[in-house]
């Protein structure tokens, strides 16, 4: 019915079925994330274990979007657009490195927990991170 309030969010859809994914991916990429800073603490202590564990949870992200979320996007060979995604997605690793640094540091259940600090990483990078995947990495 083209006059139903729901006609003008239509074409945002195919967006929203984007960002579900790209959560969705997020959530592995969590896992992955927090697995990796509790398998990596005892030896590169908090700092170097979230550092390790971003890198390979963005690895691990940016493989599932490609394959899932954004599939048939962009053109680059895979290695350039992974080093692409790593590149544009800085400024939501800020924000989510930057979050959980600050969390570790001061907040001692973060610091015995540190899932806690990942977890706030990963949702205060969220948005930054799908807006800069969609209109450059995957473009």
Do not use: E
Request: proline letters at 4%; aromatic letters at 16%; hydrophobic letters at 55%.
């Amino acid at each position: 019915m083209s006059g139903s309030p729901l006609a003008p969010a239509l074409p945002h859809r195919p967006v929203l079925g984007q960002f579900v994914r790209f959560g969705v991916v997020g959530t592995f990429g969590f896992l992955v994330d927090t697995s990796t800073v509790y398998g990596l603490r005892a030896w590169l202590g908090l700092y170097g274990a979230g550092a390790a564990a971003y890198l390979t949870a963005a690895s691990a992200n940016w493989l599932l979007n490609r394959l899932w979320t954004f599939r048939g996007q962009g053109s680059l060979p895979a290695h350039h657009q992974w080093a692409r995604f790593l590149a544009v997605n800085l400024f939501g690793f800020a924000v989510n490195r930057g979050t959980y640094f600050a969390l570790i540091t001061w907040s001692v259940l973060c610091a015995r927990q540190p899932v806690f600090a990942v977890a706030a990483g990963a949702i205060a990078g969220l948005g930054l991170n799908f807006h800069f995947s969609r209109t450059v990495a995957f473009k």
